[in-house]
């Protein structure tokens, strides 16, 4: 998978993008990101990229030209599966959606800043809006990272315990069930007897009973939703 990121603020992505399981990924050449700043695509000699409301009010714009010509110098090279902006009106990013992204071959991810992109190049150039929660970040790139994280981490290969996606929360439209790790006895709080049981069929019941019981008290919501 491939990852285009459009970004006013490339250094950014320096630290997320950096380390752990991404960075894994990207040494085993599971996937490849590319960062390219809109401003090295401005025209003018102030390297302008934002510009005032038509009709007033507070704010910038992100200005068409530069954002258009950095879209356009990747879609002339290759063929994207989606040119996604990142912002806070669009839909909201949800584990299914990142299961479906994650077969992607090339993704391009427009990272949105001021008071928003001139609406003129969402129309015709963006092919899917994505908001990663219903709050407003400085920009899209703290988004950008969230949404290229969980993809990366969901590529065959990225994760050292293959299985260990297939248990993460929401992956089956429940949370996942509580986890322990030594010491057995800490400060006198044990860990559950069926987990030291060895009784493999117990422990999955009850693996499932608790994450049935988590969802239900914590995200009922989750249990409404289509398939
Ligand atoms: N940019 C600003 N806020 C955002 C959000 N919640 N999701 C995606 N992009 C954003």
Known sequence: MRIDILSLFPDMFQGPLSESIVKRALQKGLAEIHIHNIRNFATDKHHRVDDYQFGGGAGMVMMPEPVVAAIESLTNERKYDEIIFMTPDGEVFNQKTANLMSMYDNLMLICGHYKGLDERVRQHFITREISIGDYVLSGGELAACVVADSLIRLIPGALNDETSALSDSFQD???????????????????????????????????????????????????????
Do not use: C
């Not at 860990?191 to 009922?220: A, Y």
């Open 173 to 227: 439209g429940l949370l996942s069930a509580p986890v322990y790790t030594r010491p057995a006895d800490f400060r006198g709080w044990k860990v559950p007897d069926v987990l030291m049981s060895g009784h493999d069929k117990n422990i999955v019941e009850w693996r499932q009973q608790q994450s049935i019981e988590r969802t239900i008290t914590r995200r009922p919501d989750l249990l409404n939703e289509d398939e």
